[in-house]
Every structure is written in C-alpha cells, then in structure tokens.
C-alpha cells in the first residue's frame, strides 16, 4: 500500500468494475470487492469509479463507516487533492434558480409557525434532499391525514379559569422536560445541514427538549451523544439488525452513554416506497433513459431503500424478552398501529408505545397515531392500565392545539420530526430553536385559551372527538360538467381603469 | 417646561432611547421614562423618535390616552409644526396600486351582500388595518368554521302561512330593539374610518339597533356615548383590568352614562396569536432582517397584543359576585364556549352568555357559537331553563338565515361585528346603513319563505340540524397522481375564431 | 286623440317625468300617470321617455299587456318609425364578444347532455337573460344542492332481467305520457327566445311531453294553448293573485281552454332576492354610482321583483276550499318542502305537490326536492297513503338517472326546468327537441341497466340513500398554509423540446 | 370477379351508396349491399367509399371479420396498391403536437406506478382511442369512484409478525397464479397498440398472470389462444350472442382451446353511452355541423356502440342452465352489483361472481365493487357461503393496497383492465410487464407492512371499514362569495429579485 501521497491520475485508472478506486475526504479506497455487497446498489459507487465521490457519499454514511466496513487493506491512503480534476459540474438551470432563492430567503423572524419553515425549505433544499425528507409512501395519502386528523378534534374550552400561571412541563419515562413534545427520529440530518444531527442536539439543549438518536442519523452516535450537554436527556431509536450482536453493541453502548430510553422501531420490517424519493434520484441516472424491462426496477429506489438493508424482516414479539435482557432502559415500540397491539405491548411489560405510521412513509392508508389514540385510550381506561404504560405519538403534529388534542386525549407526549428538519436545513439551530419558541408560545396561549394550567388539566372533557367517529370519509367525485357550467356569483367589481 | 412653541428642531435632538420625544397631533411629549412600560414594546416608539408619531399613534389609542396615562410633567407643549421636517414617504407601489383601487370602486349600491364590503375592504383598506380586522388566530379554521357551520342547517320551511304582514322586531335585555342582532364589540376602529366607533353609532340609530361599546376602541367611551341620540340603546364590553379600581370605575361610568348591558369577554384571558396582523407589521421592521434567535419571537407581534396587555388573565369565576355587586346592569358573559359553562352562568344568576369564540381570533378549532348552541338550547329547555337566561351568539353571521337558524334554535340574538367593519372602512355611515338595511331586506323576506311572522314564529321545527351530528368532517386527502392523470369531460367546443 | 301617424319628434318632447311618452311595437303611449303604478319601478320607463321602448318591453311584458292595464284614451296611435331617431348603440365590447361567440357556436348534435346547453347559452346569451334564468337565492347553495343532492343517491342495479323491451310511458293527474318528466313553468321565455313559451309546446308537443304554462310568461295565456296540437296535455301553473276575482277569471279560462291539471305555487309569497340578476341589471342603471343611502336598496332589483307585485302574500290553508269550488281541475301544491305540508295537503284532498324549492331561487339553504321525497314517502306509505296524492319533485334534474331515483323513491313525476329554456335560447325548438331526445335515450339505456322493463319495477329496492342519512354536510376549512407547503406528487415529466 | 389486381382508379368509381367498394389491407371489397347492416352505421363506411379504409378498419375489428361476415362473392380480389392514390393528410395541429410529445416521452423507469402509465397514455394516444379506453358513463362519477372508494378503507395492520418471506400466489378457480389480480377482458387493443391484445398475453405469461380474453378483442380469440406459453392460464369473457349458436359454438371453441373459466357479463344489455367517447367521434363527422332535429343523435354514438350491436338485451336468470350444459369449464358472472343477485348466482350453483359495474362505463351511480363487496361478503358469511363461490371484483384498482383491501374483506382475487391498456398503449409489453412489477413489489412490501405472510392471513381484522358506513357523500356546494372574500394566510415571503 502506498504511504507516499497518491495522485488524481494514480486513482482515476481504477474507473470501472474490475477496479474500482474512489476518493473520500481526501483519502483513496479500493472498493472493487466490496462493490456487490454495497447496500445501496453498485451503480451510485460505480458512478465515482476513479474520482472524489465526497460530496455524495457524506450526507448518508457516518464518519466511520468506511472504518467499520472496509476492510484496512484496501484503505489507500491520502490522496494529493489539488491533483485531482475538479469536475467541472454543469450549470443545472433549476440549481441556478435555487440558488438565486437562497439569496432571497425570507428572514427567520418571518416564520411564523412551523408550516412556514416547510415552504422556505422546499424552495431551498436541493431537490433530492427534499425529496428524501418530504416524501411518503405511495399517494402520500397517510402522510397528509397525519395532520388533518387532528381537524376533526375540536376543542370545548373552559372559561373563567384562573391562568395567570400555566405550566406545561411534564414527564416522559420519567425524565423531566420543558413541553410534552420530544424531537423524534429521522434520518440523513447531513442531507439538509451540513453539520447534521448535532444541530438539533444543540437547539433541544436550550429548549429543555427531548431528543431521540436515530440508527440511521449522518453524524455517528457518539458525534449526537457528544455535543449534549449537562442533564440534557436523549433516547436511542433502534433498527434491529439481522445480527444481534450487533444489536446488542448498539443498545448496550446507547445505555452504557446515558441513553434513557430504548424506541425500537416496528412499523418497517422494509422500509417505504417513497415515489418522490425516488423520482428525485432518477434523473440523476441521465444514461441509458430509454432502457425498459423488468430490471430497471430494482434500480434508483431512493435513499430509504439504500441505507436500510439490514433491517431485520423477522423480527417480531418473541424477540422482546430479549431486548429486556440486555438493557435497564425503559422500552418503547415505536409504529404502533392497533389496539391490539398496544395491550400486548403493555402485557408484556413494554413501558410504552409510540402509535405511529413513521410519518407516512411506510404503508399507505395506515391510520395516524391521533385516531389510533383515540380509540386506545378508552379500552385503557376500561381495563385501569393507563397508568401501566406510556403512549406517544407522532405524525402531523404542528401546532401546539394538536398536541394539546393528543394530550387531552391522554398521550404522554408526541413526537417531531420533519418541521425540526425543515427549521435546521433553512435556518440550522437558530430555525430550531425559533420552531421549538414557536411551539412553546403557542402552548402558553392555547393552554390559557382552554383553560387548562398544567398538563394534569388537560382531560379528555375539554375536546369534542365526534368527527372521528364517521370514519374516514371522501366525497363522491363531482361532476365536472355541473361544475364548469355554473356561472358562480361575483363580487362588486371595480371600474375599469382610465385608459387616458 | 418651554411655553413657546417647540420648533421640529428642538424635538429631533430627542431621537434616542437616551432621550426621546415624539410628537402627537401637534403636541411634543417626552417618552423617555415611559418607553419600557409601553404596552406595544419599545421599539415602534423608537422609530418616530424625534419625530411625529401622530398617524401611527392615532387609530390604536383613545384620544384621552396621554392625558391618562403621561404625567403631566412629560406633557412638553405645542410644537410649530411648520418647522417639522416632513417625513418623505417613499412610493410604496403596494400602496400605489391601492389608491389606484380606491378610485374605481364599485358604487354603494353595488354591494348586495355582507360580502360584498369584504372583498372591496380587501382591496382599498391600509394592508396593515386589513390585517388587523380580517386574521384570526392560527391557521383561521375556526374563523371560517363560523360561517360555514351555518351550511350544516338547512330549513325546514312552512308553506300557506299568511306573511302579509312580518315583524321581526324584538327585546334584548329588556330593550325592544328593530331586528334581532347587535353591532357587537370590535377594537380599533380608526384603522378602517378616520372618525372611528361613532360610525357605527350613527347608523345603528338609524336602523333602531343595539351597539356594544369595545373596551378597546379607537374613540374613547365617552365620544361613543356622546354620539348615541334619543334612547338609543348601547352596552359595554368590557376586558378586565389587572386593577380590578380601573374596571369598577369603567362599568359604573358605563351604567351612570346610560348602558344598558354589561358584556364580560371571557374567552380572551390573553389576546390570541393571528399571524396574517403579525406577518403584516413584520414588513415595518425593515432594518436587522437576517438577525436571528428567540428575542425575535418577542417583536411584531400584530395590533392585538399591543394594546392587550392590561388584561387580567387570572379572571375567574370567583370574581362574577363583585361583578354583580358594583352594576344594576344585566350582566352577560361573552365567549362562552361549552354547555357546562353556560348551566353554571345560569345558575350564577347571570342575565346572559354570548356563545362566541371571539370570532376566530382566539384560540384555532374552538368551536363555532351556533353549533354549541345547537347543544346547549336542549339542555336548558329540559331543565325549564331557556328563559332563565338570554343566549346570544356572535361569529360568521353573514346572511339573515343565519340569523334566522340561531333564532330557531332558541338564541334572543345574534353579534355581527367584521361586516360592519368592512362596510364602515369603505363607504363610512352609507356602508354600514346599507349593509344594516340589506339584512332587514333579507330578514323580511326569508321569514316570509319560511312562513314565520313574527319572532315567536321561530321554532326548531323550522330547521334541519342532521348536519350537525356528524361533528367537524375533514376529508380525506385526494391522491393526487390520479387526479391529475384524470381526463375530465369536455363542454361542447365552440368553433375556433377564424384567423381571416 | 290624433289620427294621423305621429312622428319621432312628436314623442321625443314628452321625455319626463311630467309627460311621459313611449313607443312600443310603432305606437305611441302616454304612461305619464300610470308611471307611479309600474311594478317595475319608474325609473326603467323614464328611461325611454320619449323613445322606441320595445326591446325592453317585448320580454318581459305578455303582448296583451297595454291593452289590459292602459286606458284606451292613453292609446296614442301610430308612430311613423322611420321618423323615429335611432339610439345609437354604443358598441359594448362584451356585446361584440358575445355576437363573435354566436358565430362560432357549437353544432347542435355536440351537446350530449343537459348541461352541455347550459353551457352554450352561458356564452351565448345576453347578459341580462343569462342573468334571470340562471340566478339562484343568496349564495345559490340550494340551488346547486338540488342537483348535488342527487350524487348522494345510488343505484343498487338488477342483473338478468330481460329488458328487450323498456316502456317508460306513465300517467300523471290521469293523463298518459311518454316519458315522466314535464316541462316546469318559468317565467319570461323571450328573454331567451324572441318566440317565448310556443318554442317549448311545440317541442312538448313532437315528444309527448306535458307543459306546465306558467304565470308570468312572456307569450300570452291564449297564445300558448293556441300553439298545442291534437290531445297535448297542458297544466296552468298560478300565481294567486291579490284580487281574487282576477285569479278566478284566470283559473276558469284555463279549465275551459283544456288544461287539465292546476298547480298553484305556494313558496313565493315575495319572489326571491337573486343577487346575479339585480348585478345584471346594475350596470344598466350607468349613472349616480356614486350615490349613497338607503334608498338606493330598492333600485334595480333585477327582473323577478319588475313582475311579481301583484302576488298575494297572504295566501293560506284556508284559501284551498276556495279553489276547489271554482275549478274541476285536479289540484297541486308547487312548492311543498316539509313533511307535515304534504300530509296536510292530503288530507284536504289535494290532487298532488310538487316537492321544490322553485329552482333555488327563493330561500337559500331550503332543502332539495329529492330529499324531502325520502322523508315523505315512508311516512305516506306507513300510512297507506302513497296512492291518495301524486308527488311530484323538481329541482336540479340533469340526467334520467335523476329521474330514476326520484321514481324509485315514489315520485309520480318530475319537472324539468332550466335546461329547456337554456336549449330554447341557444337552438329553439330544435334544441329543445334533442333535450328531450337525450333524456329518452338515457332513459331507455338506464331502465336497462338497472334490470327495470316498466314504471311499475322502479321501487326503492333499487336505490341505496344511506347517503342522505347524515344530514347537509360541510368539511372543515382546510389549512391553507399546509396546502401550500405540501408537494404533490408528480406524473412522469416528458423530456425538454430540444432548442434546435 | 376480377382474378388480375385492381387499380386504385377501379375502385375508386365506387364511392357512393349505389355501388361501394372499399379496400382493406390490400384487397377491395364490394360493401354496397352490406351497409345497411353494419353495425357501426353507413356513414362510417361511406367516408371511405372507393378508398382504403384499412386505417379506420384495422383496430376495431378481428382480422376474419370480413371472411366471416361479407359473403365470398363480394371479396373483389387484390389492389395495386401504387396505383391508389394516398389521401394527403391535412397537417391536424393537435396530431403535430401529440407526434412531439411522443418523441419526448418520459422513460419507462419513470412510471413508479399504474397511474403514471395512464398520465403517460393520455398525452400519446390518438385522441378517439384515448376517448375509448378513458371514458365512462354519463359524468364519469362512478368510474371516478371506484377508486376513491378504497380511500374509505384503512388499514390496521399488525406489528412484530415475522415477515422475511412472503407469499401472495394463490388459486382462482382452481388454477394456481402468482398474485391474486387478473388481467380483465376489455375491447379493442388494437386503438392502443398495433398488434393487440396478444401484448398483455406475452406479458401476463412472463408474470404468471391470469388473463381473460374479451369477446370484443381487435385480435381474434385464436390468435390470442395461439401467443399463450405453456400451462399459461387464460378465461373467456363472454357478450352473448342473439343467436345463441354463435355462443355455444364460441363458447366451445374456448374450452376445447384450454380455456379455465367462462365469464359472462351481465352487467351490459345494452351497452352504455359514455360522452367523452362520442365527443371525440364527432369532430371526425366534419360536415353538416349545422344540421340540427332529433336524428342527429342517433350518429356518432362512438366505438362502443358500433361494436355491440349483436348483444342479447332479453338475457336473463332462465338462461343459466343451458349455459352450464353447455361447458365444464368453470362460469363466473360478471357486473353482479347487488346482494341479492350474488346469493342468487350462488343458489343457481355457479362458480363466482364479479362484483363490477364494468369500469364505470354503463350506469353511473352505479356502486363500486369493493362496497358491494363489503356488503355481500358478511351475509355469504353468516350464511357459511364464504367457500361456495368465488367472489372477484374489478374497477378502480391501481396500487397493491386496493388488492390488500378486496382480499381482507373476502375477494378471491381482482380485476385490472385500463392501466394494462395504458402500459400496453405507451410502452408495449415492456410498459405491461413493468406495471405488473410494480404491483408485485408494492404487494410484497405492504404485505410486510401489514402483518401478512400468505394470503390466508388477509382477514377483516386488518382493515377499518367506518368510513363505508356513511354511504355516499356529497358536500354542501360551497358559498363561492366567502371562498372569493376570504384572504387566505401567507406563508414567509422571498425578498424581490434585486433588478440590478
């Protein structure tokens, strides 16, 4: 191997299948072996085959991946960069245009809820960053219901309640925290800043938040567990790895580094079709657009399907005693979706569920967490466990109502996600830090609002629930024809303007 | 202090925090000590330091506000305001096209609605005051909820009933009035007509009806009072004061001058969030656009909580037995919002509770007044209880069927508060007349559709309220893909234009 | 009186208010003292105060109409026309759009349905035609509803029934017909057609289709029932005149001249506020747009209120014995919309009602026809009823499928009709004539396919109405910024046009 | 007859009704005595009397048609074809600008999904054939629901269920496939691909997908008998003839072809008007457009009329036993659509029933087949039916969810007819054979998402069908002058393009 530096010429001979070199942060590796193994496919390294593949490869791998998996022999040592030919990257109109946006960027104090810092990001992200982040399974159906479940709640405030003083702190598995909201787990935090995961690390440290490590974050576990500070509390979110030895090396390393609770995530034996995902990466396949057959289909299956081929499909209940083995952590399962399943989790000793649909990008149709709630929390009540575990949920949540609506409904807490994504790929953790004030703002005054002074008041009394009761609902298709020949009615109109 | 006048020069000097004097419809006032106690923050008096304040201060302070709430010793005399350096407004093309827009509206008579003054108000009033009057509070569900949950009740009208003569005159707290509805309470009305409140005096005695003087007026109580002629009948709505002096002096000058009702806001403990007023003042900041960080939420916070902050949130039900021992005057809780709070007003002694949600602009799915109206009425007539209280509702009364479905269902009357705010914005004292008389044209017509005569005639037989059973219905989200591959049926085509 | 013709000039100096001259049809009138007695106001006479008034006056005025209300000494006589000065017509570019639209108008064998005439003629014809047939109450929901109420019945279709052979004929008040369906009374048909109601008896006549004449048509009585052929059925649709022996005079001329059904409408004691047609009109009235106040409100009222003072608004239950002494005629309530109505009108012995709402055009948010139906006909057919009185329903009936449903619930009959007079006014009696022939073919193709040979087989079995249980139903505003903020999904884009 | 070729001058003298000859591929044909009999009308043959009509010809019509149908002596022999003189085509902008985007299609890995094929598909067909695969009755609602009605059924799936293997094959009629859809008889392929139906056969055979051949094919049965491959398994879909030994004999040529399975529709005695089809014929009529009377109707009724002319509307339940002594294989009916007549094909002893309403395109309002699905399926259950016969559904299916839906609820398999056409039409077999992909992994994935290993693991408990339950929706038409007043939020606004 050699030590001295090695240049752009000496790696870019190894271009193709029987020997394929790339560069990663200045350092050259002899993938040629690992090629048909690479989880997301040969085709994406293939690409790279004999150039820096840097820019590509950092948003969705650790810093120590190449540590972990490549093999040292075929780390190849640095790499003199100045002799490496810069691509010379070609002026992609809409990346023109997106970067003419940045330059415009409304001001953070412009947003105003979390909404705002979705439309901001869509307009700034690069295209396939928003795709991964915004993206659903199928017609995107579940992912949208997530929020407007929480419309067919609707209050029924009290008035003339003292709430000179509200308090919203509370507790989750048993951890004191500012606001019954923690920020839950996604993934690839690099695609959308490049500092990553430790953005939110940062910005739930100032706000007293909760923040929940995700298996597949961009920054590595310890980078996230590091840049906490004090007593700031982080949970672990776990993809159970076909081998459980590993596995267990993560639960017991997450325990070992203070993690306090265990989230193992269940809803996604695969992980999703996300069709906007996928879209986004396709064009960057440029070549062969006209190929057809059967094949083609395996390919360009988006950044979920790249990152997640060793989540193991058959885990199921008979592995929990074990997970309870190997850690003190209190332990939540994370995708709950069924009554059901919720009072297995509690028979089992579980300490909680999060009733979840993994933010839409699972299986399409799938309830949201709120309605799944709404009909747990009642048989709960009726068997005296609602006090045995913990519920959560996550999806859809926004504004600070429709956490007051899980909470009336007797939610523990709920989970974030996306918005934070949103708020630090636009604004890093200043845009988190205002989100999480947003939300805090707004709780302050919709507490007073429904008369409630501490999370101990907010019962189920204080919300009407019917409109969950019709199931879920869509209109007859409208006649198009009717429509387009009515002549609707028209306001006052403005005189002409003076041609003189 | 100086008796001479003060010259613009004299003032500019003072253009600090350091020292700072503004000047106020002529007059110079040194502001110094009072800029951190100031209700709508510092910094809007930081800008017209030096300068005159006079169009900014104007439309959100009673004209008494100086005197009240500057010691005297701050007050500096007259200025000679020829001297004063004339702010040079740049042309704001918004604002250019706006005045375009005033110069072609539609005639008076071409509004044939309460719409109709909406949308020219949209069009010609200041953005900032339009802000101000038309936000509600979050995402404005609740705001439009009021108007279409009228869509949720459908007649059920009676044929064959001699309607010659129809007479919906009615009483209201002991007060024969023309029609049952009132101008309820709206802050702020300089924003929309420089003559403010008084307008709307004017034209309610024309039309024989009932106004609730506003807490938060930009006419001071008196001028409303002074405006009113003959026995024409006014209330007062009031927002507790923190010094609980302040408000036993403001009701018993109210009963002493002539009130007839006395209207607590009970749904406001604190002024809510409306982003649309926030988002509009936002603009002003102008300077320090990209600074960052929680201080910011704290700015530009809209009209509402500038001039809110004296309002008492640890108001309570404790406190109704003083309310009744400093007036005679029936007492009315407005912003009620659940059955159990209207029983235990009832059971207080109260005389009345307005089922209101503060139009919107409180707190974001509450419930709209005709629907907990809906609820309440069956409640209190199996008690034997729907004389022992009025019950008003106020919130999307845009038509009189709306009117006429809350009188079915049991309500003695109805607010209607923005319409008149549009109609007074664009065509003053003739806009809100109209508006006033286009719902008696209404009213008289739709009773005779109905076959109602007179008021008593207004029964729940009359109405279909199926609607409302299935409580607040949202959809589920389309697929969008398949809309959008849908081909919808054409319209026969006419021929294409000859191009001879 | 002068014998001699009278020339332009002659009638041009009696252009006031003090003496007041017109022509209509080349003769002179002297309306000066019958000025305060227009129902349609002053103001559109003065208008043509000394000039060629016809155009205006042709469709809204049956032609017998100067002899019966004009003293004969006001008969000016003959006016030599070419002396008359014609008003030049300002060329109205919306006119010149109009015209250019007529020329290019869509081949009659193009429209497929009903609605596709409605959509011609929205084009097609004047504005203020348009206006009048098209116009509904208020927000026109109910009239809209009508036809949407239908999409919330379905068919529950019968397969393997021979339907070679389909016979739709039916009889209604004892008389055959082809299909059933009959043309509903509406007023004023030259506005859309220079022939006027003759246009749809010939059409009725050619396609065994009975006409309901109505009241306030543009042809005379006599006219109409001079235009049917052989043993066409007639029905006399009245409004109930004030003075009753005009009412009784009309009544027994159309027993004596054949009509053989008599329906009286009874949800019109006031005829409707239609804000589509007062708008039509405004913009005719040109001038003082910028007047103000109150009495601008009785200005402009579009053409409904021109021509309905004379309708007696006291009419009630106890004037029914009263028509059933004048007339053989069998008896029909038009306009019934509660249940309690309809058994009333059985039990006084009633022929028939007409389930409607008047086409929307009276009271806003009045219940639909078809759903009032549902209701009836369970509570008659409990009662053993269902023979006793023939229901009849109209309102929003576009397609056969309408027709069927309203059958299979138990309605004798339906009458239809906006869509013949928007056939009428775009392709005359030719238009008309296909209308009808759609709906024939419809009909024949939907017997079969819901396995029914005849009449008689169309039963509520064949229907499911689950969907009208739930009462009117409105969604939840939707959150506008999270429609903003969300993606949709996109279609497979096709590549770039190549530049070159 | 003529044994040397005829000239294009030879047959072109025979361009009228009196004597017309026509070519087809090559050879002329003497038409004049059949034209009154073609069901498709004279009009149609007559545009091409004396011309090639090989074009026109081609796609609706088996290649022996005209050896079966025109007798030998009117077979006029072979044309030179240089000597007939080729039509100019007139340069049709709309036919320019489809040939455009044909060369830009989107790349066959761009479709991620049925409804992508469909998008694609309606941009590249010719218009009258887009017209006939696209349409459906009357306004399109019920074709437009039977999809959106399986938005009313949600998911619950099950968690931690051990998922690593899945298997969806499973048996139809007795015969082992490989996903439980089927390939759906529908008409003439050839509008949409050249060589017709034997495209889904090749790719059906690659899939191991069941397919049914329709009566109304472009290819002939045999022709789609001979393309299949080996133990490939193939239904006849069956339109019974008037003459019911043109049936028998087809019906056994199918079974002594290999035929498993006999599906006769009954859903279509006549089959339906769908107006987007017949829009898109009548441009073709170009002439007489001014034509107008009641005849005009009876022309341009589209393909679907033209093609069915022969089918028996006098069909019914009597028929049943001849048709089971006439074949072993199994018989299915197709298009059942109420309870009734599914427990009554069960009674009869037939093998299954398609619950369909045959695309939407015979009588709209027609139920979906998954509602009606959930209806029969709990009374076939109470009645421990469940496993006498099969129950299929089509119409509206397109993501593997539906699939997952219908089988959880008791269907056997489903149905897919249009996005095979779409695929097959755009991108050929490779377009079918990747749709088929995509509902393969879509099926493995959200088999795993729910729980499911097998199909036998599909039962009710994992769906939630409440929003079934409300019946049909439809909602209150919206007040179009709120909507038009009402200013929607904004969201942070991008600052101004600098315009230096």
Known sequence: MSKGKLTGADVAQHNSRDSCWVIVHGKAYDVTEFLPEHPGGQKIILKYAGKDATEEFEPIHPPDTLDKYLDSSKHLGEVDMNTVEQEEKVADPEEIERQERIKRMPPLQACYNLMDFETVARNVMKKTAWAYYSSGADDEITMRENHSAFHKIWFRPRILVDVENVDFSTTMLGTKTSIPFYVTATALGKLGNPEGEVVLTRAAHDHDVIQMIPTLASCSFDEIVDAKKGDQVQWLQLYVNKDREITKRIV????????????????????????????????????????????????????????????????????????????????????????????????????????????????????????????????????????????????????????????????????????????????????VSRAMQLLKDEMEMNMRLIGANKIEDLTPSLIDVRGLSSGHHASVPSDTLTLRAYDPLQAPRFSEKSKL
């Open 252 to 431: 017991q390393h997450a325990e070992a580094r203070g993690c306090k609770g265990l989230f193992i995530t269940v809803d996604a034996p695969q992980l999703g079709r996300r069709e906007k995902d996928m879209r986004s990466k396709f064009s960057d396949a440029g070549s062969n657009v006209q190929a057809t057959g059967g094949d083609a289909v395996d390919r360009s299956q988006g950044a979920a399907r790249a990152i997640s081929s060793f989540i193991d499909p058959s885990l199921s209940w008979k592995d929990i005693p074990w997970f309870q083995s190997i850690t003190k952590m209190p332990i939540v399962l994370k995708g709950v979706q069924r009554v059901e399943d919720v009072l297995r989790a509690a028979e089992m000793g579980l300490d909680g569920v999060v009733l979840s649909n993994h933010g839409g990008r699972q299986l399409d149709t799938a309830p949201s967490g709120i309605e799944v709630l709404a009909e747990v929390m009642p048989i709960l009540r009726e068997r005296g466990w609602e006090n045995k575990i913990e519920i959560f949920i996550d999806g859809g949540i926004r504004r600070s109502t429709d956490i007051l609506k899980a909470l009336c409904l007797g939610a523990r807490g709920v989970g974030i996600g996306r918005p934070f994504l949103y708020a630090m790929s636009t604004y890093g953790q200043a845009g």
